[in-house]
Nanobody, 115 residues
Framework: QVQLAVSGGGLVQPGGSLRLSCAAS????????MGWYRQAPGKQRELVAT???????YATNSVKGRFSIARDNAKNMVYLQMNSLKPEDTAVYYC?????????WGQGTQVTVSS
């Protein structure tokens, strides 16, 4: 059974950076299109960025130019580099496929941007 484990969150000041990691484990895991999602308090979960197997990326408007997604297929890892963080980026971040599969939602990692 495939599991996705997210790490790298924390408390950071506005303007700071964090890199989130998503480790995929399980038998015969084949990464097609992967995505990072986030859910802020009181809001619905939203798609933040995606990376297709062919290399095509997508980022939601609010993070364009600040966040970038990358992966290491050999290690079954997906990363989200977050720069110039803003308080409105505060949320729990998750990785999942795109479209997301319910069984892949994990605990996520908390990112808090505050001075």
């Amino acid at each position: 059974q495939v599991q996705l484990a997210v790490s790298g969150g924390g408390l950071v000041q506005p303007g700071g950076s964090l890199r989130l990691s998503c480790a995929a484990s399980g038998s015969r895991f084949s990464i097609n299109e992967m995505g990072w999602y986030r859910q802020a308090p009181g809001k619905q979960r939203e798609l933040v960025a995606t990376l297709a197997s062919g290399g095509t990326t997508y980022a939601t408007n609010s993070v364009k130019g600040r966040f970038s997604i990358a992966r290491d297929n050999a290690k079954n890892m997906v990363y989200l580099q977050m720069n110039s963080l803003k308080p409105e980026d505060t949320a729990v971040y998750y990785c999942n496929t795109r479209p997301p599969r319910s069984e892949y939602w994990g605990q996520g990692t908390q990112v808090t941007v505050s001075s």
